[in-house]
């Protein structure tokens, strides 16, 4: 079997600064957009200077909830393989990562009253860690806590709702101040969002704008650091029947998506 230590690396890596965030069952999230119609599966091809960078399959039920996702890496053809399980209400209660057939992660959701993610297990043959989630009496989220149950550090994030399309989050490290300050900011009237990231020690600030047309696609990225622009991708698009995006393009990168409806 072929080794799969840089990808154990990566998803330990993703799970100590993201503690997996968890999106929503239904459908699946895309950067470019969401789906539309009763999808059956999705292949994504991914292409870079027109030569393939991987491959991803994605499959889904009759009531739009994903099962399995599996992804091929080239050219040494790596993968990880997620299988998701879910309750009598559709909701998930366990994922399985397997890594090039030999190393197998997992993760377990428990909810509370009002049906929303309260904590999360994270398994690499036995119990790694643990993230507890926080919500208000409106159901959102308030606070998230992450720590490896074999140290004694942890990273906390506390989120604040100023408005309606306004979301802050101060992340935390061993420490009562903040680390970096996220805000998130939706411009609902020009199909925009604004995602800010102010990192305290040392001072810097990132921000990304995202440009989406009406059916949702990123037309349009702009990265910033400290103000200054850095990078700014287009993307084009060419649409199946149900006007979920076939073809995307942004001049470094190219996809092409073949899905199969029920």
Avoid at 7 to 16: A, E, Q, V, W
Avoid at 143 to 163: A, H, I, L, M, Q
Avoid at 228 to 254: P, R
Wanted: proline residues 2%.
């Amino acid at each position: 079997m072929k080794s799969s230590t840089s990808i154990i690396i990566l998803l330990l890596f993703g799970l100590f600064y993201s503690c997996n965030e968890i999106s929503e069952n239904k459908k699946a999230e895309f950067i470019e957009s969401k789906l539309f119609g009763n999808v059956k599966s999705i292949e994504t091809k991914t292409f870079e200077n027109d030569t393939l960078k991987s491959r991803m399959l994605e499959f889904y039920t009759e009531s739009g909830i994903i099962e399995k996702k599996e992804t091929y890496f080239e050219p040494n053809l790596s993968s990880i393989i997620r299988y998701q399980e879910y309750d009598n209400k559709n909701r998930l209660v366990k994922e399985q990562i397997v890594t090039d057939g030999d190393s197998t992660f997992s993760s377990k959701y428990y909810y509370n009253s009002l049906g929303l993610v309260k904590k999360e297990e994270y398994y690499l043959n036995k119990l790694q860690s643990i993230t507890e989630f926080k919500v208000d009496s409106a159901g959102k989220m308030i606070e998230k806590k992450f720590g490896y149950v074999e140290t004694d550090g942890f990273r906390s994030w506390k989120y604040e709702y100023p408005n309606e399309n306004l979301t802050l989050t101060k992340e935390f490290f061993k420490s009562s101040s903040p680390e970096k300050i996220t805000e998130l900011k939706i411009i609902p009237e020009e199909n925009k969002k604004v995602l800010t990231k102010k990192y305290l020690f040392p001072a810097r600030e990132t921000k990304e704008i995202f440009y989406h047309d009406s059916l949702g696609n990123l037309k349009r990225k702009e990265k910033f650091y400290n103000g200054e622009l850095k990078e700014s991708l287009s993307f084009e698009y060419k649409l199946d029947f149900q006007k979920n995006w076939i073809i995307s393009e942004n001049g470094l990168t190219k996809k092409e998506r073949i899905i199969k409806y029920y």
